[in-house]
């Protein structure tokens, strides 16, 4: 089942779409009645399930909305059309480079619902088969590849290495796409993936599960959800709560029936039926928890991501 890595990267590079022909959709009415077309930057992750079913099974329409869904490959290529207004909204958006980027003043971010939480196996350490790297400690001081440094995947391996009282890694970036080739390049001596990558690259080369990237300390922590910036929240609120209305659905429907996500991946990441049925998914909280967000970032100010304390209840859009 765990096959694919050469057509789960050209799907990945096929999906990036250049934003900048965007904005037309940002900020148009559908009707006279009021805003109805919401345009939303999309990874083509397990993160973005609950978009998608939101959309095939017609609860944005039936919240009168009009969702129009562009594919991109980092939630941070859409950072700047989503400051913008060229885009409304950012689905499967990494918390960490958000809430950073809301620090910084560089957005005035907004969350509308939760994503995804951590969960067993939804993402991995890998070495490679013959790798001399035996134990968690045996990191310390490799090159393990992560899609963005400073980011969530940094965070989570760290606190579990922290928890473990073991020694840290040297990251480097490198896109879940091109992961897998540069672990067989020998670049990097690890790779920290997530689904549907960190299946494809188990099965293309056979890669030893070192760590279990959804272990405690950070076992259902918030990592990715809905974002929008305050202008968009203020101004349409009736069209914010509709989505977050419908995106709740489609998480409770994705946490009842893990079965309705594995049909759909293949929908829109061109991951096989096959490849869907043996992944490991991600947690979908039906509602946000406000105390769960708070782990997130108090576990950020304790890393250095955020330099200062930070309520995640003034970033909630109500």
Same mark, same amino acid.
């Given at each position: ?16 779409? *250049? ?16 805003? +109805? ?7 083509? #992750? ?32 859409? *950072? ?11 689905? $499967? ?11 910084? !003043?560089? *957005? ?8 995804? =939480? ?7 350490? #890998?070495?490679?088969?013959? $790798?001399?790297?035996?134990?968690? @400690?045996? #990191?310390?001081? %490799? ?12 965070? +989570? ?35 920290? &993936? ?25 076992? $259902? ?23 977050? =209305? ?7 429907? &994705? ?31 039906? @509602?946000?928890?406000?105390?769960? #967000?708070? =782990? *997130? +970032? ?5 890393? !250095?991501?955020?330099? %200062? ?8 859009? %109500?």
């Amino acid at each position: 089942m765990r096959t694919g890595i050469g057509k789960t990267a050209a799907v990945a590079a096929a999906l990036v779409l *250049l934003l900048a022909g965007c904005g037309d959709g940002g900020g148009d009415s559908a009707s006279a009645g009021g805003r +109805t077309k919401v345009t939303v930057a999309a990874l083509p #992750l397990t993160d973005s399930a609950a978009l998608y079913l939101a959309r095939d099974r017609g609860l944005f329409t039936q919240e009168g909305l009009d969702v129009r869904i562009q594919p991109v490959q980092q939630s941070i290529q859409a *950072l700047p059309a989503l400051a913008k207004g060229q885009v409304d909204v950012i689905a $499967s958006a990494n918390y960490v480079t958000f809430l950073q980027a809301d620090e910084k !003043g560089t *957005l005035d971010l907004r969350i509308l619902a939760e994503g995804v =939480r951590v969960a067993p196996h939804m993402m991995d350490v #890998l070495v490679p088969k013959d $790798s001399d790297i035996r134990t968690v @400690a045996d #990191l310390a001081g %490799k090159k393990v590849a992560v899609n963005i440094l400073n980011n969530i995947q940094s965070l +989570t391996l760290d606190a579990i290495l922290d928890a473990k009282g073991v020694g840290r890694p040297v990251y480097r970036q490198i896109a879940f796409p091109q992961m897998g080739p540069a672990l067989e390049r020998g670049q990097v001596d690890a790779v920290h &993936a997530v689904e549907p990558f960190d299946s494809a690259i188990q099965g293309e080369l056979k890669a030893r599960v070192l760590l279990d990237g959804g272990s405690a300390p950070v076992q $259902s922590l918030p990592i990715s959800g809905y974002v929008t910036t305050r202008t968009f929240a203020a101004e349409h609120p009736k069209q914010a709560a509709a989505f977050r =209305r419908a995106i709740e659905a489609a998480s409770k429907i &994705a946490a009842q029936d893990p079965g309705a996500v594995r049909e759909e991946l293949p929908k829109y990441t061109k991951v096989t039926a096959g490849q869907a049925a043996s992944i490991g998914l991600p947690a979908y909280p039906a @509602a946000t928890d406000v105390a769960q #967000l708070r =782990r *997130l +970032t108090e576990l950020m100010k304790k890393q !250095g991501l955020l330099t %200062k304390s930070l309520d995640p209840a003034t970033l909630l859009v %109500k």
